[in-house]
């Protein structure tokens, strides 16, 4: 079986690893920067971006491949599905109607509304900033603003976190309009949501949801959760697959709504087929939707994928035959934690084109999986760009193994010029989660 992985991140690098994983699998890749994980298991690659629909069908055409698979989202809006559909080729990732739910987030907060789905914050888009004002005065300033469309996960800003303020928070919105971030002239203003967040990442069918173990990335750049926004630093998640603050009960609730958003795609004629995942929020008030995401998390897939069982060629399968019903699927029960290796000044301005080395054989003794994100191999050399580095897992029984087993496989990752938040899945920061959580609920 011909199997296209689209994408060249530590993501994609985890989706070619399970894939690999299934008998009887020749694994190609498209990919724009020369990813040497993804390198080593291909037996064919295309350098090209992953957002060039065209080429991406003719080299599916060209090599007979059977199944392909699209880790980013920016191909999605494309509508990569759609044309690699209708040339016959069966594609495990949602059309460009359907992964509107990550790619238009007022389209998302309308339809959750329209549908009475639990989770709702009050929202709403403008592209006049004095309208944009007001509503933000009537929210007492605690507000998230988010550009409407695609950022990478870079354009949200909250109060509190990025800035203070009315001024502050009217500057940030006519940036957003002015500058069209995300790709109109166009700004979603949502109520801020106090609380800890967590991911829930399901495979879909189109009716049916099988749900993995629930994960906490952290998006903020340094430790103690300060400085800029970025695709995610790392993340970890705990063998009995909720976490320290979320309870089987919170877990279940994301799961019913994770359901629901399924079902209302359905039922608006957007079937969804693919991994989806939820951004959530644990609140005071309950679980709040913070993104619905058409793919699987970066960070979060590396928690999760390295501990499946069941076939993921087999999964994939039955979310395109519209059998997951029938699937038991089966997961090692084990901690995790991710930390990203970064160009230093990453956020703000990375120093691209440095230098890494990376002792692959000792990591592996460590019992830690690496997974390359956006290096670029050149000889025999592994060089950074602007964007994340490299991955490293640690998977133990209990969460501070699975960090210590992250931490001594990090010490074999070297290089001048990167940086990394070692506070990730630490004692330290989890008990400072799970006190936020329990002084929200006034405990
Ligand atoms: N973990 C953030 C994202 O994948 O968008």
Redesign the pocket.
């Known amino acids: 079986m011909n199997v296209l992985v689209v994408g060249g991140g530590a993501r994609e690098h985890a989706i070619c690893d399970a894939v690999s994983q299934s008998k009887n699998v020749n694994l190609y890749s498209v990919m724009k920067n020369l990813n040497p994980g993804i390198e080593r298991m291909a037996i064919d690659y295309l350098s090209e971006k992953e957002t060039n629909v065209d080429r991406v069908v003719e080299y599916a055409k060209k090599n007979n491949i059977d199944l392909v698979l699209i880790g980013p989202e920016a191909p999605l809006e494309l509508g990569l599905t759609d044309e690699l559909t209708k040339n016959g080729i069966s594609t495990c990732a949602p059309t460009r109607d359907a992964a509107r739910i990550e790619t238009d987030k007022e389209w998302m907060r309308n339809l959750v509304k329209k549908h009475k789905i639990p989770g709702q914050l009050r929202y709403e888009s403008f592209s006049d900033v004095e309208k944009a004002k007001e509503f933000i005065k009537e929210l007492n300033c605690e507000v998230a603003i988010k550009p409407v469309g695609l950022t990478g996960?870079k354009g949200v800003r909250i109060s509190g976190d990025h800035f203070n303020g009315i001024v502050e928070a009217v500057s940030y919105v006519r940036e957003v309009i002015d500058n069209k971030i995300g790709g109109a002239a166009k700004v979603l203003i949502e109520e801020k949501a106090v609380g800890e967040e967590f991911?829930l990442q399901a495979f879909s069918d189109g009716s049916n949801i099988v749900t993995l173990p629930a994960v906490q990335?952290h998006k903020r750049l340094l430790p103690g959760d300060r400085g800029p926004n970025t695709?995610?630093m790392g993340s970890y998640s705990c063998a009995n697959g909720l976490l320290p603050f979320l309870s089987q009960s919170d877990y279940d609730k994301g799961v019913s709504i994770l359901q629901q958003i399924v079902d209302a795609l359905n039922k608006e004629g957007c079937k969804y087929i693919g991994p989806i995942y939820g951004q959530f929020i644990l609140t005071s008030k309950g679980i709040k939707i913070i993104e619905i995401?058409a793919r699987f998390?970066?960070?979060?897939n590396m928690n999760v994928l390295p501990l499946l069982k069941t076939d993921f060629i087999e999964l994939c399968n039955c979310m395109l035959d519209e059998t997951l019903s029938d699937k038991k699927i089966q997961m090692r029960e084990k901690s995790t934690v991710c930390k990203y290796v970064v160009p230093e000044g990453y956020g703000v301005k990375s120093m691209i084109g440095e230098k890494i080395q990376v002792g692959e054989e000792f990591v592996k003794d460590t019992g830690a999986k690496l997974f390359y994100a956006s290096v670029n191999k050149k000889n025999d050399d592994i060089f950074t760009t602007s964007s994340r580095s490299l991955a490293v897992v640690g998977i133990a029984d209990e969460l501070s193994d699975a960090e210590e087993i992250c931490e001594k496989a990090l010490t074999y990752v070297k290089g001048d010029h990167i940086f990394i938040r070692h506070d990730i899945g630490t004692k330290n920061l989890i008990e400072k989660r799970v006190n936020h959580m329990n002084e929200l609920r006034g405990k």
């Open positions: 996960g991911t990335d695709g995610g995401n998390g970066d960070p979060e």
